[in-house]
């Protein structure tokens, strides 16, 4: 299967239980990037109670092409996305829910005909050398896909032909299982949905700005015929240069005390067992094997030595909670 022909060249439902903490490439943790409005930049009103999510035209004469980026399963094994997020210095996250806006074209269902959704979350960029921290390509993580009032279109404003704007693309919220806790640091999240058609199409929604096709970061990346590429938005006309995109995604859960990361001895492998022994080792006042350890403080209460900060490592290592 073709790289290139994976990638096609939806707004917020009621407020779900969960709370929001992150939203890619949004300001604001509850709200998805689409660029949501009531009116196309042509004009166009929205569907009644309705909104558009129309890729990014910065211009008249150059826009995005992108509405959405392949992300099933098919009886080939399809496509999984990926993009990153940073959990902050001192800030620990109890990860729930993870929610992502998808759509199949023409589907005019109120429930996205999704039969299973994966998940994994890695320390590190998977097309470099990430490591899976949590999750697998094989457990079904799907909790729910709930239709909002959004409809993915293609630009409204540069030629030389233009589509009108159209209901065939119905964005939904697709929510995810993320059970685990996470400590300061880079991480990055991929997913794959499956039909419950064989071999059909779904498409995640690439994340939306609507005065600018790009935004430094972004890096979404693609995994097809065994290795992952970066995501690039081809743009319109074909003169337009090539810009990365990211996706548009939710995480909810809630956010904890702030552990240490539990890559304790610093070599950048994780999960590993080395870091429980190494800090047992400099708990218990003995040198740190490879030199870069962090202190043994790691639940950051300001007490040490504490055996509840080996409560806390042990608990945070297995994908529990920092306490």
Known sequence: ??????????????????????????????????????????????????LWSEVAAPSPTESNALAGIACHGDSTGGVRIADNFIVPEGQSWNLEQLWVYAYQPDF?????????????????????????????????????????????????????????PGMSRRVFRVALATPTALTAGEYWIDWQLAPSTPDAWLFAVPATLSDTRT??????????????STIADQGKPITAPDVAADIAFILAGSTGSACDTIDFNGDTILPDI???????????????????????????????????????LLSVFSGGPCL
């Open 215 to 228: 935004q430094p970061g972004w890096n979404a990346q693609i995994f097809a015929d065994g290795a992952w």
């Open 274 to 312: 080395s870091d429980v022994a190494d800090f047992i080792t400099v708990f218990g006042g003995g040198p740190c094997p490879t030199g870069a350890c962090n202190d043994i403080d790691f639940n950051n209460d300001g007490l040490f030595p504490d055996t509840q900060d080996i409560a806390s």
């Open 108 to 164: 005019a269902g109120s429930t996205l005909p999704i039969a299973s959704a994966t998940a994994r979350i890695w320390y590190g960029n998977p097309a470099t050398g990430g490591q899976v921290v949590w999750g697998d390509s094989t457990t079904n993580r799907l909790v729910s896909t709930t239709a909002t009032n959004t409809y993915r279109i293609f630009t409204t404003e540069v030629g030389p032909i233009i589509d009108d």
């Open 1 to 50: 299967m073709l790289k290139s022909a994976l990638i096609l060249s939806a707004a917020a439902a009621a407020a779900p239980a969960q709370q929001a903490i992150y939203s890619n490439a949004s300001a604001n943790p509850a709200a998805p990037a689409l660029a949501e409005a009531a009116v196309s930049v042509n004009g166009a009103p929205a569907p009644i109670g309705g």
